[in-house]
């Protein structure tokens, strides 16, 4: 599975962005999907991630209430509202290797390439 993540820019606080990641080669229909951030000079963390059927959803604590994660079509998205200068990072999607939705970096087989997300203040 090839993944791919798009949608990324640069915007102001307060504004708002949706990632989207596909697959290429194969479907991730089956494998739980997460997003994960870096940003310069920090660790990878996670973001948030969905069940293959999405009956699952989890976020991290700082992003809650702002970040909304869904899936359709073949493709997950990553609704991004009120963002914060300290949501700047590149911004990755990664597929499961099973279908249940997790926040461990560990447990992600298939990555993307990452898409910047930059926000002004």
């Known amino acids: 599975v090839q993944l791919q993540a798009s949608g990324g820019g640069l915007v102001q606080a307060g504004g708002s962005l949706r990632l989207s990641c596909a697959a290429s080669?194969?479907?991730?229909?089956?494998?739980?999907v997460g997003w994960f951030r870096q940003a310069p000079e920090k660790e990878r963390e996670f973001v948030a991630t969905?069940?293959?059927?999405?009956?699952r959803t989890y976020y991290s604590d700082s992003v809650k209430d702002r970040f909304t994660i869904s899936r359709d079509s073949g493709k997950v998205y990553l609704q991004m509202d009120s963002l914060k200068p300290e949501d700047t990072a590149v911004y990755y999607c990664?597929?499961?290797?099973?279908?249940?939705?997790?926040?461990?970096?560990?447990?992600?087989?298939?990555w993307g390439q990452g898409t910047q997300v930059t926000v002004s203040s």
């Open positions: 080669k194969r479907t991730f229909s089956n494998n739980a």
């Open positions: 990664a597929a499961a290797r099973g279908s249940l939705a997790t926040s461990t970096s560990g447990m992600y087989r298939y």
């Open positions: 969905i069940s293959w059927n999405s009956d």
